[in-house]
C-alpha cells in the first residue's frame, strides 16, 4: 500500500546543545513550507516536551533571523527517555515507557512525521520510534563530533575554533609567567575537539582518551623544552583522557538520568601532580560549556542548513528511519539504528596526529 503523504511534520532538538541547531530549524522550517507547502511543528525540549505534549506551530517567520544565533528555539534536554521515562510511584522512582503517549501527542495534531535533530542518545530513542510505526528522519549533531557514521557533525568546527582562540589568549599569560598551562576541552570518548584545537593552538602536549598518558612523559616533555629554554608549555587536554591503566576524571554521576556520567577537572588534578613533578608553576583551565555556545562558524551554518534541507528531501521522497551524514565528503544517509551505542573515536594513525608530532607535540607516551 503506498504511503500517505506527508503534511505536517514536527522538529525537535535533544541532547546537549551545539552551535548550528537554529540553523538546522530553519532549513528545515523553509525547505518544508517553501518547497513543498508542509505544516510545521515545534517540539520543546526533546522528547521532553514530546511526552509532556509541549508542542506548537512552527512558521516561516519564527525561523527567520536564527542562522546565525546559537543553541536552540526549541530548547533542549538530555534526561528523558520516552522508553523508560522515570516517574514518582509513591515514594519510588520507577521508569516507565511513554513511548505511546508521545504518538497520541503528535496524532491528535495529525503529523505524519519527526525530525529529531540530536546524538546518540537521541537517535536511539529515534529509531524505537520508528519500530512503532512513525515516520523519523534523524540529523546528528555533537560538538564533540564523535557520532559514528558521520565524517564531521556540525558544532564541531564552532567548538574547535572557540577553544583554539582560548589556547591563543593562554599562550600569552603562559609565556608572560613561564608556566605550565592546562587547558581542558570538551570530549569525553573522543579527543577530536582537543586533537584539533591542541594542533591548531600550537599546544606542546596534547593529551586524548584515545591515547593513554604517562605522567612522566609529560612532565619530562615540559623540563625538556624547559631546559632548551622554552619557558611555558601548554598542554591541550580532552575531558575524558586517562593515565595508561588509569580511569577518567569523573566530577559526578546524576542519577536517573539516561546519560549519567559527567566528565571533567583532568586538568587540575594534571596541575597539580605537574607541579610537583617538575617545580614549574602550572596552572589550569577548565573551558566547559562555552565550547557549546556563542555563534556557529560559517562552516557550521552551512553544514547544519545541508543536514536540515537533506533531511527534508530525503522525507519527502519516501525514506524514513534514516540519519543523514557526511561521508566521504559527501550527503548520504544511513539507518538511524546503526549509530546506536557506537563512538567515532580518533584513530591512532591519524594523519593531522602524525603532523603534531612531526611538528614537535608530545601525546604523553
Ligand atoms: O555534547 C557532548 C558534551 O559536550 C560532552 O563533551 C560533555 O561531557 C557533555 O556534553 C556535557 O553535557 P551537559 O553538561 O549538558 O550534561
Known amino acids: 500500500m503506498a504511503k500517505a503523504k506527508i503534511k505536517k511534520i514536527a522538529v525537535m532538538t535533544g541532547g546537549g546543545d551545539c552551535p548550528g541547531l537554529n540553523a538546522v530549524i530553519r532549513a528545515v522550517v523553509k525547505t518544508a513550507v517553501n518547497y513543498?507547502?508542509?505544516?510545521?511543528?515545534?517540539i520543546e525540549d526533546g522528547y521532553l516536551g514530546l511526552i509532556e505534549d509541549r508542542i506548537h506551530p512552527l512558521n516561516y517567520?519564527?525561523?527567520?533571523?536564527?542562522?546565525?544565533?546559537?543553541?536552540?528555539?526549541?530548547g533542549s534536554s538530555n534526561t528523558s527517555?520516552?522508553?523508560?521515562?522515570?516517574i514518582m510511584l509513591g515514594k519510588k522512582q520507577v521508569q516507565k515507557d511513554v513511548s505511546e503517549q508521545c504518538l497520541v501527542n503528535l496524532s491528535k495534531r495529525g503529523i505524519d512525521a519527526m525530525i529529531c535533530i540530536g546524538g546518540d542518545g537521541t537517535m536511539v530513542s529515534a529509531a524505537a520510534f520508528v519500530k512503532k510505526g512513525l515516520t523519523v528522519m534523524g540529523v546528528p549533531k555533537?560538538?564533540?563530533?564523535?557520532?559514528?557514521?558521520?565524517?564531521i557533525t556540525f558544532g564541531f568546527n564552532t567548538a574547535m575554533t572557540t577553544a583554539t582562540e582560548a589556547i591563543d589568549k593562554l599562550h600569552t599569560?603562559?609565556?608572560?609567567?613561564?608556566?605550565?598551562?592546562?587547558?581542558?576541552?570538551?570530549?569525553?570518548?573522543?579527543?577530536?575537539?582537543?586533537?584539533?584545537?591542541?594542533?591548531a593552538g600550537g599546544a606542546d602536549v596534547i593529551l586524548i582518551p584515545e591515547i593513554p598518558y604517562e605522567m612522566k612523559k609529560i612532565a619530562d616533555y615540559v623540563i625538556a623544552r624547559s631546559k632548551k629554554g622554552r619557558r611555558f608549555s601548554?598542554?591541550?587536554?580532552?575531558e575524558g583522557a586517562k593515565p595508561k591503566g588509569g580511569?577518567?576524571?569523573?566530577?559526578?554521576?546524576?542519577?536517573?538520568?539516561?546519560?549519567?556520567i559527567r566528565l571533567g577537572g583532568i586538568s587540575f588534578l594534571l596541575a597539580d601532580q605537574l607541579a610537583g613533578l617538575t617545580g614549574l608553576s602550572c596552572r589550569a583551565v577548565n573551558l566547559g560549556h562555552i565550547q557549546r555556545g556563542g555563534v556557529p562558524s560559517p562552516f557550521d551554518r552551512a553544514l547544519a542548513t545541508q543536514f536540515g534541507h537533506h533531511a527534508m528531501e530525503l522525507l519527502m521522497t519516501g525514506k524514513t528511519n534514516r540519519l543523514v551524514v557526511i561521508k566521504d565528503?559527501?550527503?548520504?544517509?544511513?539507518?538511524?539504528?546503526?549509530t546506536a551505542g557506537r563512538i567515532k573515536t580518533v584513530p591512532k594513525n591519524h594523519p593531522l596526529i602524525a603532523a603534531a608530532e612531526a611538528v614537535g607535540t608530545g601525546f604523553g607516551i
Not at 81 to 86: E, H, I, L, V
Request: glycine content about 12%; proline content about 4%.
Open 81 to 86: 527517555n520516552p522508553f523508560a521515562y522515570s
Open 173 to 199: 599569560t603562559a609565556s608572560s609567567h613561564h608556566r605550565v598551562m592546562l587547558v581542558e576541552v570538551m570530549g569525553r570518548y573522543a579527543g577530536w575537539i582537543a586533537l584539533y584545537a591542541g594542533v
Open 234 to 238: 601548554i598542554i591541550c587536554v580532552a
Open 36 to 42: 513543498h507547502g508542509l505544516e510545521v511543528w515545534g
Open 142 to 151: 555533537t560538538i564533540d563530533n564523535d557520532l559514528w557514521g558521520t565524517d
Open 247 to 260: 580511569k577518567m576524571v569523573v566530577a559526578k554521576t546524576l542519577k536517573d538520568s539516561p546519560d549519567p
Open 329 to 338: 565528503g559527501k550527503l548520504n544517509s544511513i539507518p538511524l539504528g546503526q
Open 61 to 74: 517567520n519564527d525561523v527567520s533571523g536564527i542562522l546565525t544565533v546559537g543553541g536552540t528555539i526549541l
